[in-house]
């Protein structure tokens, strides 16, 4: 038999609420920040989120290892930008970054495969165009630093490859051509490979790559059909000369333009010789394989060079790379070597002096940003996998705070739907109603502050919609107590004795109910990613809270006023039981005359 309403003692269940209530403020006020506010997505209040794909030369599908690899790599980049609440996850074979605040910028250059190498620059490749009505600045030579190659800047006539340095001029040409050999190995009137103002026909496009379990045919064709022709093992000779036509071909097909997309990029491979762009899309270069490789980098900082005028990138090698750049440069005095990150040549510098402390210095006419996004880059290592940039969104703070007044509103408007029914229908147990959501809301809301210090729990739109049918959850939870006391009353039973028969039954149904919203939300959580799990999140956790609200909080106010002397509080009319209770009292009446009829029979 179900205990009566007295047995219940509702004030030990009332304090045991009110000491977890306080032991949270207590936490919210007494730890962290010391302020009562949650942490916010960047829809919320301000960020970037960047959505990056990864890519294989062949198209393949990328393994989880590569990913994780790179998801671990892209989260040392964005923990150097020294912003706090960044998160980095995985979706498949995509990575997001999410960068709250107004730094967010910088998260959108994080996705760079940051696969450098050294190459050297071949003598005799084509040089690059001056297009008409442009002139050239006069030669700009300087002395090396010690320790780190010189870019120096050759002065060029007439299209015609200067004689002096080698290094690329800094006339901007349309197509241009590729790099400046070697200065005793050059010609000031006639370049040994066709000029890119009269380009060949293109190469023909070579067998497209298998597409067999292949992410994007598509994208696999053009890396293949590239790679192909830029990377073909015949441009350079056994005896180091370029193949002439080869070569026009190769740089025929390369686009160097700011917003060209090179389908190559951090998709070469070392071992092959390379046709690439550098010099901020100026030249194109011919470049034999690779013999020293980026991972031989020990550290990297960025600075302004006072000697050149301009910021660097300052490079130490570890000890193996040390032995390797010192070999170089010692037999390649007066050569180029160039700097190629990610298919791109950043510098072409020519080695001036035998480099032998291991110490040496990239520059490109770099800002001071784009210096200290390349350091940062290559201190914390190349990517394992190439990516692309699929989507970017930046929202403003202002865009973000409308947002958080229009999910409060939503909430606001969802709360006094349920308190105007609540009150119609129920009159004073929908006070109980609108006590206990408010008191379910104090203890959500500590609860998203303190899970956002400890487990950098992000609030968003979504999470704000989850909250919002939470309403909905902890209101029918009370529907259903409420009605199951009616039905009590309505078999003709006094209010006082329906609450414990009712709380009984009704918790059966309480819980299944609870229990299958929350299995549902964490179903959801597991299978899915970012906002959806936000969502699922705080859906999951409010159903989990209504239950103690429930339990600690609406239950024993209604048995409190179960049994209850005022005559106001205890009267049914005033708590929406008043008609129930009336047609209880008649099927009550109408029984015992039944009862009596037989009885008399």
């Not at 980095?88 to 074979?93: A, E, K, P, S, Y």
């Not at 190469?203 to 053009?222: E, M, N």
């Not at 193949?243 to 090179?262: F, G, I, R, W």
């Not at 609108?434 to 992000?458: K, P, Q």
Request: with cysteine; glycine share 10%; charged share 15%.
């Amino acid at each position: 038999m179900a205990a009566s309403a007295g047995h219940l003692r509702p004030g030990r269940y009332l304090a045991l609420f009110a000491l977890i209530v306080i032991v949270l403020y207590a936490l919210v006020f007494l730890t962290g920040n010391h302020k009562p506010t949650p942490k916010l997505g960047i829809d919320l209040q301000g960020g970037t989120r960047v959505t990056l794909t990864a890519r294989t030369p062949d198209g393949g599908q990328p393994t989880r290892e590569s990913l994780n690899q790179a998801r671990q790599i892209i989260e040392r980049r964005v923990n150097g930008i020294g912003v706090s609440g960044t998160e980095v996850l995985l979706d498949g074979n995509n990575v997001v970054i999410t960068v709250p605040g107004e730094q967010g910028d910088q998260a959108k250059n994080l996705g760079k495969t940051a696969k450098l190498g050294f190459r050297k620059v071949v003598a005799n490749a084509t040089q690059p165009v001056v297009p008409p009505q442009t002139t050239t600045p006069p030669p700009a030579t300087g002395t090396p630093t010690s320790g780190a190659p010189k870019t120096s800047t050759p002065p060029s006539s007439s299209g015609a490859p200067a004689a002096t340095s080698g290094a690329p001029t800094t006339t901007k040409s349309g197509g241009g051509g590729a790099p400046g050999a070697a200065p005793a190995q050059q010609q000031s009137s006639t370049p040994a490979a066709p000029s890119s103002s009269t380009p060949p026909p293109p190469a023909s496009t070579p067998a497209p790559a298998p597409a067999d379990g292949s992410v994007d045919a598509q994208t696999a064709q053009q890396i293949q059909a590239a790679k192909a022709v830029r990377q073909n093992p015949q441009l350079i000779g056994a005896d180091g000369q370029p193949n002439q036509e080869l070569v026009a071909k190769a740089m025929a097909s390369l686009t160097c333009a700011p917003n060209a997309k090179d389908p190559l990029e951090g998709n070469d491979d070392p071992r092959l010789p390379l046709v690439a762009c550098g010099d901020h899309d100026t030249y194109k270069y011919l470049l034999e394989p690779e013999f020293l490789p980026g991972t031989e980098i020990a550290d990297s900082t960025s600075g302004y060079d006072q000697q050149r005028g301009q910021w660097v990138v300052n490079l130490s090698f570890k000890s193996a790379g040390t032995k390797t750049w010192a070999d170089f440069t010692s037999k390649n005095t007066g050569q180029q070597a160039a700097f190629v990150l990610d298919t791109q040549v950043v510098s072409a510098p020519n080695i001036q002096v035998a480099i032998l402390d291991g110490n040496t210095q990239i520059t490109g006419k770099f800002t001071q940003s784009e210096a200290k996004d390349l350091s940062d880059i290559l201190k914390y290592g190349s990517l394992p996998l190439s990516f692309a940039s699929s989507d970017a969104t930046t929202v403003s703070a202002t865009l973000g705070l409308a947002s958080l007044q229009a999910g409060l509103i939503a909430g606001g408007i969802g709360l006094l739907v349920v308190f105007v029914y609540c009150l119609f229908y129920y009159r004073l147990l929908g006070v109980l109603t609108i006590l206990s959501l408010a008191l379910s809301g104090a203890l959500i809301f500590a609860v998203l502050v303190l899970l956002g210090r400890w487990i950098g729990y992000t609030l968003d739109l979504a999470g704000i919609a989850g909250l919002i049918i939470a309403i909905g959850i902890t209101a029918d939870s009370f529907v259903i107590y409420f009605e199951r006391l009616k039905d009590e009353i309505r078999e003709g039973r006094t209010f006082r004795s329906a609450v414990p028969r009712g709380w009984v039954r009704a918790r059966r149904t309480i819980l299944a109910s609870d229990a299958v919203s929350f299995l549902a939300a964490a179903i959801l959580y597991v299978i899915a990613v970012g906002d959806v799990q936000g969502f699922a999140f705080t859906l999951g956790m409010s159903t989990v809270l209504d239950l103690v609200v429930v339990y600690l909080v609406t239950h024993p106010l209604v048995a409190m006023v179960s049994t209850s002397k005022n005559a106001f509080l205890s009267n049914p009319r005033h708590l929406g039981l008043g008609a129930v209770q009336q047609l209880g009292s008649q099927r009550k009446k109408a029984a015992s005359v039944g009862r009596a009829n037989v009885k008399e029979a």
